[in-house]
């Protein structure tokens, strides 16, 4: 990436919340007054995966899903950078000197006021502002974005995503809560029902909790209307088997063929937990008294 002249962000960004985008709008509007490019940088994989292995961090959105949501904010240039233990041990007047400046050729930079960088994380925002200084960087340090009195970041959103706090999480984001995925084959006992579900392999790893749900699918710029159920089909399996949760959407009105396809599922209401029934045709009854409450609420 060879650019003249530019204005930064640097972070990992993951779910490109309300706070990532204050950071983010910022630097592509003081990119376009100056007449500079708005560059973000950000990691892959998260910094955690790679310092602290056992430390399992779900992530919220693909690094595909996260760079299309920066871009849409106006940014220029998205930069992914590889996080590897060599960029983690560099010191911060290295990082800067070598990445920010000599390969962004960059005139100003915005970060959080929780943003670290270098070696033992020991660059925080008031090191890179004295670095800064020195350098002919100009730092911005852009405070805390708080909803509803509590400070949003990546991992609250993460504890609420998996708690099941749909609502909460979509007005933390500012945009409807939404997992991407590819289908992918099943054992089609959804259709035996007549029922035909999309089995989806989700591109990240938080997921909220088992249960149906009501819900919009995005399918070549169009949106549908559906039902899904996040689960372990107990009326089919004995407990302890398929434990890891299988994702199923029931798309209404649908014809298309969409093996191998993206789709993006946007949540509108959680309708039930999983259940399991006695029979089968007790579990037939209940999805359909779903799909007359989903149309009722999707209406």
């Known amino acids: 990436m060879s650019i003249k002249n530019s204005v930064v962000t640097i972070g990992v960004f993951d779910g490109v919340h309300i706070g990532h985008k204050?950071?983010?709008?910022?630097?592509?509007?003081?990119?376009?007054?100056?007449?500079?490019?708005?560059?973000?940088?950000?990691?892959?994989?998260?910094?955690?995966?790679v310092l602290r292995p056992r430390h399992f961090v779900p992530s919220l959105i693909s690094l595909k899903h996260r760079v299309k949501l920066i871009k849409e904010l106006g940014i220029d240039n998205v930069l992914v950078m590889k996080f590897?233990?060599?960029?983690?041990?560099?010191?911060?007047?290295?990082?800067?000197?070598?990445?920010?400046?000599?390969?962004?050729?960059?005139?100003?930079?915005?970060?959080?006021?929780?943003?670290c960088f270098g070696k033992g994380a020991k660059g925080r925002a008031d090191v890179l502002k004295a670095i800064g200084q020195?350098?002919?960087?100009?730092?911005?340090?852009?405070?805390?974005?708080?909803?509803?009195?509590?400070i949003v970041s990546?991992?609250?959103?993460?504890?609420?995503?998996?708690?099941?706090?749909?609502?909460?999480?979509?007005?933390?984001?500012?945009?409807?809560?939404?997992?991407?995925?590819?289908?992918?084959?099943?054992?089609?006992?959804?259709?035996?029902?007549?029922?035909?579900?999309?089995n989806i392999n989700p591109h990240h790893e938080a997921i909220p909790p088992c249960g149906v749900y009501t819900?919009?699918?995005?399918?070549?710029?169009?949106?549908?209307?559906?039902?899904?159920?996040?689960?372990?089909?107990p009326t089919f399996y004995d407990h302890g088997r398929d434990e890891e949760p299988s994702i199923e959407v029931h798309i209404f009105d649908f014809g298309y063929r969409i093996y191998g396809k993206d789709l993006e599922i946007l949540f509108v209401k959680k309708l039930r937990n999983e259940q399991k029934f006695k029979t089968i045709d007790s579990l037939?009854?209940?999805?359909?008294?779903?799909?007359?409450?989903?149309?009722?609420?999707?209406?």
């Open 22 to 49: 204050a950071i983010i709008k910022k630097v592509a509007m003081r990119a376009k007054r100056i007449g500079a490019k708005s560059v973000v940088v950000t990691f892959d994989p998260h910094p955690l995966k």
């Open 84 to 115: 590897s233990k060599k960029i983690a041990s560099m010191p911060p007047e290295k990082f800067v000197n070598d990445i920010i400046i000599r390969r962004l050729n960059a005139k100003e930079i915005f970060v959080g006021e929780d943003f």
């Open 134 to 150: 020195m350098k002919g960087l100009k730092v911005s340090i852009i405070q805390h974005v708080k909803k509803e009195r509590v």
């Open 154 to 198: 990546s991992s609250l959103i993460r504890r609420l995503v998996v708690s099941g706090q749909i609502n909460k999480v979509s007005r933390l984001l500012g945009r409807q809560y939404s997992i991407l995925g590819t289908v992918v084959g099943g054992s089609k006992l959804a259709r035996l029902l007549g029922y035909p579900t999309a």
């Open 215 to 233: 819900v919009k699918v995005r399918f070549k710029k169009k949106l549908f209307k559906g039902i899904m159920n996040i689960g372990v089909r």
């Open 284 to 299: 037939v009854e209940q999805i359909k008294k779903d799909e007359r409450i989903a149309r009722r609420c999707l209406a």
